[in-house]
């Protein structure tokens, strides 16, 4: 079973820096590298939108709100991404949330983790 855990949320001051974890359990040896992994966030009663992704192969892309304040990056060898985010506002405020995902030729594999809170105060 595969299992994304989300860490390193909290309250910041605006301003400030969060580094946000996503480890993922139950992935065959050698097969995370394959999967396409995405950050997305949630504020309450908005919608849940992509904030950054980076692919297998290493291709990276932000959202607008995102570009020159956050870094998306990737341990293979740790089953992790990470979501490094600096200059934080409060429009930063949501729940964050990991999503893995990989397409063979007949199937797609998606999973989501739990979410980790962001709180950016002003």
């Known amino acids: 079973q595969v299992q994304l855990v989300e860490s390193g949320g909290g309250l910041v001051q605006t301003g400030g820096s969060l580094r946000l974890s996503c480890a993922a359990s139950?992935?065959?040896?050698?097969?995370?590298?394959?999967?396409?992994m995405n950050w997305y966030r949630q504020a309450p009663g908005k919608q849940r939108e992509l904030v950054a992704f980076?692919?297998?192969?290493?291709?990276?892309n932000y959202a607008d709100s995102a570009n020159g304040r956050f870094t998306i990056s990737r341990d293979n060898a740790k089953n992790t991404v990470y979501l490094q985010m600096n200059s934080l506002k409060p429009e930063d405020t949501a729940v964050y949330y990991c999503n893995a995902i990989r397409w063979t030729t007949s199937a797609a594999f998606g999973y989501w983790g739990q979410g980790t809170q962001v709180t950016v105060s002003s």
């Open positions: 980076i692919t297998s192969g290493g291709t990276i």
């Open positions: 139950g992935i065959d040896f050698g097969l995370f590298g394959l999967y396409n």
